[in-house]
């Protein structure tokens, strides 16, 4: 073979296999984008639900908000049943200073001030207790009858 023809041989072998690698580059680079966006939409469902919030805050007047619940019976609740399942788990620990139920001397200087001014600090708070001991959906004679379940059962 002469040099002209083996130049000419030259680039069009060298023609042929940079098309050849350009064409299977080609079909590589769309294989992977494909790949790639397929498996970034997986990523992002699974992100998503794994950042997802944990609960929602649901306000009154919002569609979510469910109707308010009444009291079962609709009868006020006695000071027992209130003492039992909103005061006493300060009141029967004696958590953040509270009078322990039963415990004459926590209470005999608070009894000693009168029923009156128990009655306020229970309704709007005293010290680290919070107004009503954050039983809000206690009425005031619910409180006043925690109160007075108290006093009885700790004189």
């Known amino acids: 073979m002469t040099k002209k023809n083996l130049e000419d041989f030259n680039v069009s072998q060298l023609n042929k296999a940079f098309s050849l690698l350009a064409a299977s580059l080609s079909i590589v680079v769309a294989m992977t984008v494909s790949v790639n966006a397929f498996a970034a939409s997986d990523l992002t469902a699974a992100m998503d639900e794994r950042l997802k919030p944990v609960g929602e805050v649901c306000m009154s007047g ?33 958590a953040a200073g ?56 700790s004189k």
């Not at 308010?68 to 609709?74: E, I, K, L, T």
């Not at 005999?108 to 107004?131: E, H, Q, W």
Request: hydrophobic share 35%; glycine share 12%; charged share 20%.
């Open 62 to 94: 919002d569609d979510c908000a469910a109707a308010p619940v009444a009291a079962a019976s609709g009868e006020p609740r006695t000071g027992s049943e209130v003492y039992t399942t909103k005061c006493s788990a300060c009141h029967g620990t004696g």
């Open 98 to 153: 509270a009078p322990k139920f039963g415990a004459a001397g926590d209470w005999s200087p608070r009894i000693a001030k009168g029923l009156d001014v128990l009655y306020t600090s229970a309704l709007s708070g005293f010290n680290g207790m919070p107004a009503k001991g954050l039983c809000m959906d206690c009425s005031e004679d619910e409180v006043k009858a925690a109160v007075d379940h108290m006093v009885a059962g």
